[in-house]
């Protein structure tokens, strides 16, 4: 990365960091259950990280962008069941995601790689991709970037970040978005990736120490 990409990285991992809502431990264990394609219960997480169904609650209840089906399961966090334009297959199955970032982020939370598409925000063009673990491959068009953000006071994860990061097909499309958004920034797709690269090492780092 450059020297403004890589201020522009610390900025967004301190960011994210400190947004409510993100218990960083429980996102690789849930993560990891919601790509078997079933929706994923406490009981379930409990077992998965090795810690009483009494703390996995009180981190749930602490993550107010967790999705819920009708039983109570959960069937999204970040990775999701419910359809947004970000659409992510993975090993037999389609899931979406919260933003375009997570399209990235996530083959190296998981482990595996996914076939993206999403539309760009300006002109609803499809962005086509292979994100893996070491980042993304055969970007079409080359010229696409993705959109993001770092607030100073965060709310939720999902309001935050998540619903201002976008695929566009080129920085020229993404002129009139930023114009709208001053605070935002546009990063050719791999280096977006790299921007990441800081919160899935936490995230993976975190959830190594769960494990243990």
């Known amino acids: 990365m450059d020297t403004d ?6 900025r967004f991992t301190e960011a994210l960091s400190n947004a409510p809502g993100l218990r960083m431990w429980l996102v690789r264990p849930l993560q990891t259950l919601l790509s078997s394609g079933e929706p994923v219960t406490v009981e379930q997480l409990a077992t ?3 810690r009483p169904a009494e703390e996995i609650r009180a981190a749930l209840a602490a993550m107010p962008d967790t999705e819920y ?6 069937i999204g966090y970040g990775l999701t069941f419910n359809p947004t334009p970000h659409r992510y297959e993975t090993r037999g199955h389609t899931f979406y995601t919260w933003c375009a ?3 990235l982020a996530f083959p190296a939370v998981l482990g595996h790689p996914a076939r993206v598409t999403s539309p760009c925000r300006a002109t609803g063009e499809p962005v086509r991709l292979t994100a893996t673990p070491d980042g993304p491959t055969d970007v079409e068009p080359a010229t696409a970037v993705v959109s993001l953000v770092t607030p100073d006071a965060p709310t939720s994860v999902r309001a935050s970040f998540c619903n201002q990061v976008h695929f566009f097909t080129s920085a020229d499309a993404a002129k009139n978005w930023l114009a709208e958004h001053p605070d935002a920034e546009v990063l050719p797709v791999a280096e977006a990736f790299d921007v990441a690269r800081p919160i899935v090492e936490r995230i993976l780092a975190d959830s190594a120490r769960t494990d243990c």
């Open 5 to 10: 990409t890589q201020k522009f990285a610390t």
């Open 69 to 74: 089906d009708a039983q109570g399961r959960i």
């Open 101 to 103: 970032l997570d399209t």
């Open 48 to 50: 998965q990280t090795g």
